[in-house]
């Protein structure tokens, strides 16, 4: 297969180098390691065309990947060399900004910080925010269905995508990137290939939606005693407008992990707080009341009402940025504790509060030793769940037997006390190989099927990312 694409692509698109290639056979976590005997890096569709119409004729699978920072190994190719890795980071232009719409189309390896930078300087952003901002690409964004903490005011990647390009399974090319506001020619094969991971198709381009950019922001923190007061003061905000955007909830330990971990932080509010809150407001006009006047109206009242202890808002840019390195430096600072198995999961909003705590004290009871705790965006019932290992197990042989033995049976409760809850076992990081098991154990079976069925039809050869979101052991995977 490699020799039959040598003339059709740039000698930079194929890639054998083994010290080349291996950073791209690990996961983010350091949990899945792969081996790929080729990374390919196309770039243009037509490029992307000629490749996997030569996987299809020589039955060789393909695992795309952006900017490698999956949670649950989505992008990490399998350990016995069965397929090669197809890296879309070279596909990295802006094809359009149109300033008068608010719309950009992007191609997939566009890294997110990039494309914001150009939208700002347009008069526009990107409504999308996360930690891997400088290394997440819009293909690895769409593919993911990728949320955020934004999701609370703008959704997930689904509500901005207004269109995508892809290289489908038998190599023809689905075009949706003309964005057209009406199409009811059937099935939405746009909003099909959003959150698939690159099992049906290959995301090279796509059209998203801009918001104006921000005139004032505020951006405060705030300590409370409890989940169940951080929604009270969620819905207060939710009520005088929807000005506020981000709304993060994070207990005291989680916090203390961060400032460990973040050299020269310090913590935003005096005192012990058993939860904090990071709170963003923005305005896209100077016209309406400024979103720290709102904040601090709001927070006032909640002070003097006892549902908030004490509160403080950003006197700078600085400071809100030293708020939010706080936040971003979460997953990083968790991972520097040791080991863990983390969830990403969500339950239905009004019953996030009390599944933060009793969830936590029944892992705590169920597996002796084990630490877990929460954080994540309450206004959309997305938690990240981590569970730490018992003190003592580090690094080598601990580590990996804990992973192997402990940590799974760990899991199924997790997702157990997830699903009786009525919430789900992936909020934004996708199934991937991590939760592809789970997912055949607990999906009810018509949605199961139906996902089956899906992956038979449109990649009947199997060669499009193997092994991700559908168990190995399912008809389709």
């Known amino acids: 297969m490699i020799d039959e694409l040598a003339p059709l692509l740039d000698p930079a698109a194929i890639v054998t180098d083994r010290d080349a290639i291996a950073p791209w056979e690990r996961d983010w976590r350091q949990r899945f390691h792969g081996h790929a005997p080729a990374l390919l890096a196309p ?3 037509d490029q992307v065309v000629a490749i996997v119409r030569a996987a299809a004729r020589h039955r060789v699978a393909l695992v795309a990947q952006g900017g490698n920072s999956s949670m649950v190994g989505g992008a990490t190719p399998p350990v016995d060399g069965s397929a090669l890795l197809l890296s879309l980071r ?7 900004l149109d300033a008068e719409a608010g719309r950009v189309v992007a191609e997939a390896g566009v890294i997110l910080q990039t494309m914001n930078d150009a ?12 930690g891997a901002r400088g290394t997440a690409t819009i293909g690895g964004l769409v593919s993911t269905n990728a949320g955020g903490t934004q999701v609370l005011r703008f959704g997930t990647m689904r509500g901005l995508v207004l269109g995508v390009e892809a290289v489908m399974a038998d190599g023809s090319v689905h075009d949706g990137l003309p964005a057209l506001a009406k199409d009811n020619r059937g099935y939405n094969l746009d909003q099909l290939l959003i959150g698939a991971e690159g099992t049906l198709g290959i995301v090279t381009a796509a059209t998203l939606k801009l918001v104006p950019a921000i005139a004032a922001r505020g951006v405060a923190w705030a300590g409370v ?20 955007e981000s709304f993060e909830i994070l207990p005291a330990d989680t916090l203390a992990a961060a400032l460990a971990h973040v050299p020269d932080s310090r913590a935003p509010i005096a005192g012990h707080h058993p939860w904090h809150l990071l709170i963003e407001a923005t305005a896209a006009s100077a016209e309406q009341e400024t979103p720290a006047a709102l904040l601090e109206r709001v927070l006032a009242a909640a002070i003097a009402d006892g549902l908030v202890a004490d509160a403080t808002i950003a ?3 600085a400071q809100a940025t030293a708020f939010w390195t706080l936040r971003d430096s979460l997953s990083d600072a968790e991972r520097a504790r040791g080991p863990a198995v983390q969830h990403d999961i969500a339950v239905p909003v009004s019953a996030m509060p009390r599944f933060m705590i009793d969830a936590a004290a029944a892992c705590d009871a169920r597996f002796p030793g084990t630490h877990a705790s929460g954080f994540g965006h309450l206004g959309d019932g997305n938690i990240h769940f981590h569970v730490r ?5 580090g690094a080598g042989v601990d580590r990996d037997r804990w992973y192997a033995e402990d940590a799974p049976g760990i899991t199924r409760f997790v997702h157990d006390l997830v699903t009786d809850a009525g919430g789900t076992i992936s909020a934004e990081h996708g ?8 997912l055949a154990r607990l999906a009810p079976p018509g949605r199961l099927a139906a996902l089956i069925a899906i992956k038979a039809a449109l990649d009947p050869l199997g060669i499009l990312n193997p092994g991700k979101l559908l168990a190995p052991n399912s008809p389709a995977a």
């Open 90 to 96: 070279r596909m990295n232009a802006i094809r359009a």
């Open 43 to 45: 770039r243009s569709t």
């Open 315 to 317: 006197a700078s840019e």
């Open 389 to 393: 290992a018992p003190v003592g197990i």
């Open 225 to 244: 005693a409890d989940p169940t007061a951080a929604l009270t003061l969620l819905r207060r905000f939710q009520r005088v407008g929807d000005t506020v």
């Open 431 to 438: 199934i991937g190989q991590m939760k592809a098991a789970e």
């Open 119 to 130: 939208a700002l300087d347009a008069g526009w952003r990107f409504p999308l925010t996360l």
